[in-house]
């Protein structure tokens, strides 16, 4: 089971992306970029945050 594509999309995953690494960041006192992110069946990759 995973979540529908008719409800998650790739444009939402850009955007729920910088919330996830502030909640984490928060969570573990580091800052945390992601690299690649997959929520359900959709991954982006983020080659511009390597640095």
């Known amino acids: 089971m995973g979540i529908p594509k008719d409800i998650i999309t790739e444009e939402k995953v850009w955007k729920l992306k910088p919330i996830i690494e502030?909640?984490?960041?928060?969570?573990?006192?580091?800052?945390?970029?992601?690299?690649?992110?997959?929520?359900?069946?959709?991954?982006?990759?983020?080659?511009?945050?390597?640095?």
């Open 22 to 51: 502030q909640i984490l960041s928060r969570k573990h006192g580091k800052e945390i970029k992601f690299i690649n992110l997959t929520i359900g069946d959709i991954t982006i990759h983020c080659e511009k945050e390597r640095t």
